[in-house]
């Protein structure tokens, strides 16, 4: 069938090139097709070119847009700015936007107020937060939206340096919000609060205690009350610094509670301005379902978190000892599990557990959670915080000890740090540094020029990792895979990597590895560290992931109903 | 509870050429490393890309500070993609460029697969261009490429069905927040459907059909008549500069080669150059010639008379 099935190309192609060979047009074209998966229409014009030379490039251009002049003093940052200024122009970002009647001169007015912060546009850069009051009050301020604020006035209030938006100030959205928006009064999920600013909830109080804030300056002490409430959706614990009499079970409204958030874990602050109410809703959840799912398992485990409950598996346990103040105390420590991964515990005083009992499965309850590199550990200060569990709530036949979860990329990288996980990704980076590392032989940390940058100069031990970023469309990982886990990737020897380098240099070496690996799905499993720079996948085995792209057309065309 | 403010690296994502080279929007906050977007129709607010294809063109451009720029085109099978690599790209991805540049010059058929930033610009006559600047990129083989076809048709089928999902509700961050539209795609959807408005998404279709035959090994299937046709050049036909002469040359292209439907850009540009119009000349008539209403482009890069 060949000789008709090029036909009209080859003619287009002789048409174009009148010189070229007949023959050889339609071997390229069959080339393409059969080694490089081209159809002849889309091979055409390389084939073209091949055949006839080059043709002129397209022609870019340029544009550089002339700089805009303003009247008004036009500052890029809040530190610019002295009390002085009026008719102030300043792009920020909206953190709280809080709406209350106010009565001005007799008359009763809304007006709003909240949080800024300068340097909006730059991700995790140094930003500066002031307060600020709108008279408006602007109908398009809302939390999360940057916008740019023309003609506001600065106010300074005994050294507290404010902005004053006043109804003559233009109000220009640049981006939308993307945090929720919380209108005063409508309560929110306790999953959805955000990390900072004022929210509305309803839940039910699950604990209650009285205690006592020190204030560091030895000048006394302040009454305030701890507790726990919760709705379907989650828990939070809050503090008051009001007294707080609402009992254990009682279901209350609480509007203009302000969130803080210690380490990882957000937390509800209840002060003067705070309306607690009780609520009434029947269908409200009551305490005791809401008690079961106050049980949370390792992979919520967050830095922080107080007062919680958890059945886990423990799986080593240790005792070490240590000296503080002269005195020798003791540590016990190991290693925990539940189905979605492993974590560790620690107790101040010695549980009725010994190392031939192990796997113990065990209740803690009113525990709470540091954590250490990004691995959550379970500090137990008192030996009635855990209770023993004759069996587990888990299918028991799961071996924890050698346990791997497999977790969507988009949640690892949502979640807080993790250990004992899988997950897949698409390889998007391969970054320079892969291959022949040193390390330092004091920290391991990497040295740069055979400098650390803790101890200094270093001659260093020699070790091989990979440093790529995974991507599974909508989150990013960094992926470190360590010497072993590269070697089996590879199938190489670390002499005979470190020959090619030798030999090739370092940048074929990369580009070798960017052939072999971009773009490529792969499975990794290890543990994570997520923290504000985002999330990095420690990996001891990483495989590419086999893939039969006429298997996953057909399921395409199954999936999507396309023939 | 919502994740504190950090440097986020931007996902990358698989994309036809067709999606990408349809946008007109983009998106860039004021500061100086505030990452910028293009949002395609289908309302995909991209930074990164991940895209593939045969490499047809990489060659060096002398640019007025001094510096050479190697532009390319990668061809999948919904179009091509233009690309550039300049000073800013690393050291690695300009030695690729260096040892690839002569091989597509002497007509070797190269697959590549290149992880590449977005960028939308505008020329001073106000035409806009889309092109990437690839971070890293590699040579693949057939196999790899049609892996990448699927992961492509799978995703835009995926916002194909986001997009026509997200038409039964108001075009707002609230509105479609509230109906559990994927969140990653919100604010796209948002700003493309505020700029684009109504768009068809058969050719998109077309496009997944045809890569997914290639997927599969049906190269037959996937084969369509050269749609660039060439009007052979009369013997005794001078090059000419003359601007209306080329403009009764395009009108009498289109006459000549429309079945209905109109006649591509390319083939309008392949044409013109046999003539021995430069594309950017050729360029510059069809946008002047649809202006002034003697073409008009019925779909996007496809012109006819206006009758």
Known sequence: ?????????????????????????????????????????????????????????????????????????????????????????????????????????????????????????????????????????????????????????????????????????????????????VAPGEPIEINNIP?????????????????????????????????????????????????????????????????????????????????????????????????????????????????????????????????????????????????????????????????????????????????????????????????????????????????????????????????????????????????????????????????????????GTQDVRLRLVIDDGTSTSSLLINKEATLNLLNMTEDEIKAEIDSNGQMEFVQRLRGKLLGQLVTASGRTIVDDQGAMLLADKTELVEQDPGLISTEIRAQWGVQ | MQPSRSIKRQPAWHMLASEFGESTLNEKGSGEFDPSFVITKLGSKVNRVIVAGLLERLEPRDTANGSVLYQGQIRDPSGVHYFSVGDYASDSMRELTLQLSPKVESGEPILMLMVAKTRLFQTEEGAIYTSLRPEEACEIDSNRYATW??????????????????????????????????????EGLVASRNHYGDIDLEHYNLNILQALDIAEGKIDAASKPPQQQIISVQEGDEASSNSDELGDILLDIIKKLDQGEGVDFETLITNASARGFSRSVAEEKIESLSDEGSIHEPAFGWFRIVS
């Open chain 1, 195 to 459: 990390s900072d600013g004022y929210v509305c909830v309803v839940g039910r109080i699950l604990s209650s205690r009285p205690d006592q804030i020190h204030r560091k300056d030895g000048s006394g002490s302040i009454d305030v009350v701890r507790g726990r409430m919760a709705d379907e959706s989650g828990t939070i614990g809050f503090l008051s610094w009001e007294p707080f009499e609402h009992e254990v079970g009682a279901l209350v409204k609480i509007d203009g509670a302000q969130v803080r958030t210690f380490r990882d874990t957000p937390e509800l602050n209840f002060g003067r301005t705070t309306k607690v109410e009780l609520y009434h809703d029947s269908n409200f959840a009551d305490a005791e379902s809401l008690m079961e799912q106050n049980i949370v398992t390792i992979s919520q485990l967050r830095d922080g978190s107080r007062d919680v409950e958890a059945i886990v598996q423990i799986t080593e346990w240790s005792k070490r000892s240590f000296v503080r103040d002269g005195q020798e105390k003791f540590l016990w420590s190991g290693q925990i599990a539940d189905p979605s991964g492993k974590c560790r515990m620690s107790a101040w005083e010695e549980l009725p557990i010994s190392e031939s009992d192990l796997p113990v499965t065990i209740k803690v309850k009113g525990v709470r959670v540091r954590s250490w590199q990004g691995i959550p550990d379970i500090t137990v200060d008192k030996s009635t915080q855990v209770e023993i569990l004759e069996s587990t709530p888990w299918d028991d036949s799961i071996d924890l000890s050698n346990h791997i979860v497999e977790v969507p990329l988009t949640e690892l990288v949502n979640g807080s740090s993790r250990v004992g996980i899988s997950t897949q990704g698409i390889v998007a980076s391969v970054r320079e540094d892969c291959g022949i590392i040193m390390r330092c032989t004091q920290c391991r940390r990497v040295l740069r020029d055979g400098n650390c940058s803790q101890h200094g100069d270093d001659v």
């Open chain 2, 149 to 186: 076809l699927t992961k492509t048709c799978q995703d835009t089928l995926e916002r194909m069905k986001i997009f026509t999902d997200s038409l039964d509700f108001e075009p707002t961050i609230e509105a479609l927040t509230k109906q559990d539209i994927a969140s990653h795609m919100v």
């Open chain 1, 1 to 181: 069938m060949s000789e008709e099935k090029y036909e009209s190309h080859i003619n287009a192609v002789l048409s174009e090139c009148p010189d070229a060979d007949r023959e050889e047009v339609r071997e390229a074209f069959a080339k393409y097709e059969s080694e490089f998966y081209i159809p002849p229409q889309d091979a055409l014009r390389s084939i073209i070119r091949r055949f006839k030379g080059d043709m002129a490039p397209s022609s870019t251009g340029n544009n550089s847009q002339p700089q805009k002049s303003s009247v008004s003093k036009k500052v890029a940052s809040l530190t610019e700015l002295s009390a002085t200024d009026r008719d102030v122009e300043i792009e920020v970002e909206i953190i709280s936007h809080n709406l209350r009647e106010q009565t001005i001169r007799g008359e009763q007015k809304q007006i709003a107020f909240g949080l800024l912060e300068d340097n909006p546009w730059d991700e995790g850069g140094q930003r500066t937060r002031w307060e600020y009051k709108d008279w408006g009050p602007n109908s398009n301020i809302s939390p999360g939206t940057v916008v740019r604020i023309e003609g506001a006035s600065v106010n300074e209030y005994q050294g507290r340096m404010s902005l004053n938006i006043n109804q003559s100030t233009r109000i220009a959205v640049l981006r939308e919000g993307t945090r929720p928006v």
